[in-house]
């Protein structure tokens, strides 16, 4: 009579065990294949002579050497190092402002925030779209500022080869410096006030207060955004091609147009593939530490 009993509740507990992995199962069967399959698939490309349509030929390093030879990606490299610098650098200093802005419990505070973060909604198509419009000399902010009568304006950085990759950066950072400014909020608002008015009844001024009691506990919030920012400079490839399309010539060629370009353009699948793969090793050398980081932490 007792196994009887104790029969359906097995038999519950096992279905509740088992439902949520065969929901599951198939995003992780798709996950698996159309994500780390294909990785899998790139980095063994990269090691073939495959040129228009994949090849199993492999030829080792051939691909890498070759690729480090071309001068289009070591100026992709370049233009990586400026644009990623200053896009991380200006969206951390901007978002960290306007958070502690928005921190000071200001009116009008429900109304700022989303026009704040109402960029990160668009998609960088959008957004290269728009600031292609407001930067063309022709069409842009320079031709209104003339239409106004003010004839010595120029800003014609979208067509010179020395500025059109800053452009990248100001279209960037505006949208995405919301989403840091979030981000920081999020982390002052989980300080403990306690800790800031002891500190004010110690002497301590606004510079003193954040300089060695705010910003320093922001750590974890600046990681964060260092670590996104970095994935997103790096793999940045919609807003460039709606921006600048990689020109003029290759001032704002990065390695995701690039490899873009000579996978299906070019037709040199092994070394679109190689390039792919260092793209990749950039991105885990940025997250695999921040994971690592985290988990430590956790434990």
Same mark, same amino acid.
């Given at each position: ?15 509740? %065990? ?13 996950? $698996? ?36 030879? $071309? ?88 067509? %010179? ?30 300080? %403990? ?7 004010q009844i110690d002497g301590a001024s606004n510079w003193q207060l954040y300089r060695r009691i ?86």
């Amino acid at each position: 009579m007792a196994r009887s009993v104790r029969a359906p509740r097995d038999l519950r507990t096992v279905l509740q %065990d088992i439902l949520p992995k065969l929901v599951l199962s198939p995003s992780l069967a798709a996950m $698996l294949v159309f994500v780390y399959g294909f990785i899998i698939y790139t980095v063994f490309l990269s090691f073939t002579n495959s040129k228009m349509l994949p090849s199993y030929d492999l030829i080792g390093l051939d691909n890498y050497v070759r690729l480090f030879g $071309l001068s289009a990606w070591t100026t992709a490299l370049i233009n990586l190092a400026i644009f990623a610098s200053l896009y991380i650098t200006i969206c951390i200093a901007i978002g960290l402002l306007l958070a502690i802005f928005l921190d000071q419990k200001i009116r009008g505070e429900g109304v700022l925030r989303p026009i704040y973060l109402y960029p990160m909604a668009l998609s960088f198509i959008v957004t290269g779209t728009a600031w292609k419009w407001l930067l063309d000399p022709g069409i842009g902010l320079e031709n209104t500022m003339h239409l106004w009568g003010w004839d010595s304006f120029k800003f014609g950085w979208i067509k %010179d080869r020395n500025y059109a990759i800053y452009t990248l950066v100001i279209a960037a950072v505006w949208q995405s410096s919301g989403f840091v400014m979030a981000m920081f909020l999020a982390g002052l608002r989980g300080i %403990d006030n306690e800790m800031l008015k002891a500190a004010q009844i110690d002497g301590a001024s606004n510079w003193q207060l954040y300089r060695r009691i705010v910003i320093p506990l922001l750590r974890p919030a600046f990681l964060s955004a260092f670590v996104i920012l970095a994935h997103l400079a790096i793999k940045s490839y919609d807003l460039v091609i709606a921006l600048t399309g990689g020109g003029p010539g290759r001032a704002t060629e990065l390695p995701a147009t690039f490899m873009y370009s000579y996978t299906f353009t070019r037709n040199q699948m092994g070394v679109g593939a190689a390039s792919a793969v260092i793209m990749l090793m950039g991105v885990a050398a940025i997250m695999i530490p921040y994971i690592y980081a985290e988990l430590k932490e956790q434990k």
